[in-house]
């Protein structure tokens, strides 16, 4: 059996707005995020982790942050097209690991329901993928609450 494993990491600064989207859950925020996108950390995190691994570069080749088809995308429509470049070139998901770096929102209370649809998108059982978070401790940009951010670690297996 062939084995690959992908690293993601992406950031968002917190702007205007009274909602995150993460990991493909809306969740009411004091702040909204700075974004071409629908600015979802943890997904973004997720299709570079793919990509990686697919050794296809980054989501900012497949999803340029300078055209406009990408305003205020769904970031779980980019993650079903990273999973389909994985299928048709025959991997599958063995696992993907995500840790979200913030003081707030907590995202625990929202972390199954995330689970759920990156697993739906990607086509896999929900044990398949782990959502996970963590404080920095009030350390750094995460720390002071200037923004989110995100790493995801995945590995894809195939014949
Ligand atoms: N945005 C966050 C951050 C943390 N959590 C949960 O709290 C636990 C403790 O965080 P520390 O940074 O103090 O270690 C962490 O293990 C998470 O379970 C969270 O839900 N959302
Ligand atoms: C998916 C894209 C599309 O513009 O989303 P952005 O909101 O720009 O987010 P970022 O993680 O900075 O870069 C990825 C982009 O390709």
Request: contains cysteine; glycine residues 14%.
């Amino acid at each position: 059996m062939n084995i690959r494993i992908g690293h993601g990491y992406d950031v968002h600064a917190f702007g205007e707005g009274d909602h995150v989207i993460i990991g493909g859950v809306r969740i009411a925020h004091e702040r909204g995020v700075l974004a071409h996108s629908d600015g979802d950390v943890a997904i973004h995190a997720l299709c570079d982790a793919i990509l990686g691994a697919l050794a296809l570069g980054d989501i900012g080749v497949h999803f340029p942050p300078s055209d406009p088809q990408w305003k205020g995308a769904d970031s779980r429509a980019l993650l079903r097209h990273c999973g389909a470049l994985a299928a048709a070139r025959g991997w599958c998901l063995g696992n993907a690991d995500i840790t979200v770096i913030c003081e707030r929102p907590k995202i625990g209370p929202h972390a199954a329901a995330m689970r759920e649809r990156l697993a739906a998108d990607l086509g896999v059982a929900i044990d398949a993928v782990s959502v996970k978070a963590t404080t920095s401790e009030r350390l750094g940009f995460t720390g002071r609450g200037e923004g989110l951010a995100a790493q995801a670690v995945c590995l894809l297996f195939g014949s």
